[in-house]
């Protein structure tokens, strides 16, 4: 059986109108805030990437940026306590690895976004 509440749970977001919802699931499923832990994972960029990516990534921090967008996103769905983390590589990857490392029960993903 699952338990309706679980004291790790991650949920990765990129930011969509979907990421807002997938939050307020995730704090549903825990009793503390500070049991959440929201992810957001930025591509890795080299010398292969398209230009037009690494122009984007030279034109600014995109960690920095990203921690801005988070803390705006957590503010906005009330998730204010709980843990978050700018992750960088493949997405799926570095999400489970993420949630191994903080011994997750539990990843919350939209269906869309």
């Known amino acids: 059986m699952i ?4 004291r790790a749970l991650v949920v990765p977001v990129d930011f969509s109108a979907d ?3 997938a939050i307020k699931a995730g704090l549903d499923r825990v009793d503390d ?7 957001h994972v930025l ?3 080299d010398f292969a990437s398209h230009s037009a990516l ?3 990534a030279a034109g600014g921090d995109r960690e920095t940026e990203a921690r801005r967008h988070l803390g705006d996103l957590l503010r906005q769905t009330g ?3 709980a843990k978050s983390a700018i992750l960088t590589g493949d997405h799926g990857l570095a999400t489970a690895d ?3 490392r903080v ?5 919350v993903v939209t269906s869309h976004g």
């Open 3 to 6: 338990p309706l509440k679980h």
């Open 33 to 39: 805030p500070a049991d959440l832990h929201v992810v």
């Open 98 to 100: 993420y949630a191994k």
């Open 54 to 56: 690494r122009e984007f």
């Open 103 to 107: 011994d997750a029960e539990l990843i």
């Open 43 to 45: 591509p890795q960029i």
């Open 79 to 81: 998730a204010e306590g």
């Open 19 to 21: 990421s807002a919802a």
